[in-house]
């Protein structure tokens, strides 16, 4: 199918997920929900090969190619510092992914990195989840809250650290219907971070990568340790300054799509120049 101005690079790698894997052939292998998936990209063209049936649906709603990205970037470009994030980062679309598996994710990136994120949510995935094989590529689904209950002894063996009390009580929100996602992702961008917030472990960093990342509500302005070092350093000539501070002042600066700009900023000043990545690595990924 033909996609124009989407980069699975920037879009898969950026942070956002932490179910996609770059192969030899630079394509992408992922499980998205119950479905497996090698997507191939050659420049505008994209071959998807997945469990699922109808993959151009799944796409239009995964990679939310009903927003005009475009008028988005318009709207976000600023200044200098943003302005040459969007043109270093074009095509990264902020995903539309599944609540639980996204909640479930950011709970165990407190005080993490992403390679450990990563391996956590991959161990839950492969003792708790289904096996799902494409071409050659095998993966386990994200397990489900009462999948996560009824095998509590296997999550503690996860090595999740302080993160495995706070993963178990979230599921027992959501199966108790205590916390349902489905309400929460109706309600105005600040009732739901704060519905989000009534979880155990869930702050407002981790509220707003789920409204974010999950809702498609895009005032959402996540703020971790790399973005306070990125917006002090641009905005705030590297005064302290808290993450409230940043929050508020992103989404009165950038406007409504204050999350667009966050993802760019964070891709540009961390993701484009790190170890082992060049521009013949993402020309590469990109089927250039």
Known sequence: MEINNLSLYYTLECGQTFRWRRTSDCSYFGIVEENAFIIRQ???????????????????????????????????????????AIKSCRGLHILRQEAWETLASYILSANNNIPNIKRMVENLSQRLGERREIEGYSGFTFPSPSAILKNKDIVNKCRLGFRCDYLIKAAE?????????????????????????????VGGKIADCVALFSFGMYEAFPVDVWI?????????????????????????????????????????????????????????????
């Not at 205590?178 to 155990?200: A, F, G, P, W």
Request: glycine share 4%; aromatic share 12%; with cysteine.
């Open 42 to 84: 050659h420049g505008n063209i994209f071959e998807i090969t997945s469990t699922e049936s109808d993959v151009e649906e799944w796409a239009r709603r995964y990679f939310a190619l009903d927003i005009d990205l475009n008028n988005i970037l318009l709207e976000i470009d600023r200044d200098e510092h943003i302005h040459k």
């Open 228 to 288: 306070r070092r990125i917006i002090r350093n641009l905005y705030f000539s590297n005064n302290k300054v808290s993450n409230r501070e940043i929050r508020h002042f992103a989404m009165r600066y950038f406007g409504r799509y204050c999350g667009y700009a966050q993802e760019y900023l964070y891709c540009h000043y961390r993701l484009n120049k790190p170890e082992g990545i060049t521009s013949q690595t993402v020309e590469q990924a990109q089927g250039i």
């Open 173 to 201: 929100m959501i199966r108790e219907e205590r916390i349902e996602l489905v309400k929460i992702s109706r309600l105005s961008y600040e009732e739901c971070r704060e519905e989000l917030m009534k979880i155990m472990g």
